[in-house]
């Protein structure tokens, strides 16, 4: 998230006015922040975009599941669909594709637990698609 907001607050979306802006963000602070701190995060994140791009629909995307972590990426995206409501942004959870019914990661879409392999990434970007304007 961290790197995210340096590039907007040095021009990355100075210059041009976006219609939307789709952000994937905070699977690599899971390993670094406290949940707390990540919804921290997003809420800059969010004040930085709108700040920058005050036209643009927002579409925050939840954090994408991982192996032995599901739970808690389950939790944390439960609150940021709470950050996005209160910040009058789109929230979506494209990551649920990723999901068996016990709520684990179906280990066949990805090469490693954490990266979607071929398979995973046609069945996100279909999950994506209906939000594209």
Do not use: C
């Not at 340096?6 to 963000?25: A, P, T």
């Not at 609150?79 to 009058?88: M, R």
């Amino acid at each position: 998230i961290e790197n995210v907001l340096w590039r907007i607050y040095n021009g990355e979306l100075d210059g041009f006015k976006s219609k939307q802006i789709f952000v994937n963000i905070g699977t690599n602070n899971l390993g670094l922040n406290s949940d707390d701190e990540i919804a921290a995060g997003w809420r800059q994140l969010i004040e930085a975009i709108k700040y920058r791009q005050p036209k643009a629909q927002i579409v925050m995307m939840g954090i994408y599941p991982r192996r032995q972590q599901e739970q808690r990426v389950a939790a944390l995206n439960e609150k940021l669909v709470q950050i996005t409501g209160e910040a009058d942004v789109v929230f979506i959870n494209p990551g649920k594709v990723f999901l068996k019914a016990d709520g684990k990661i179906e280990e066949s879409l990805f090469s490693d637990g954490l990266h979607p392999n071929e398979k995973g990434y046609s069945l996100l970007g279909n999950a994506i698609k209906p939000y594209l304007k």
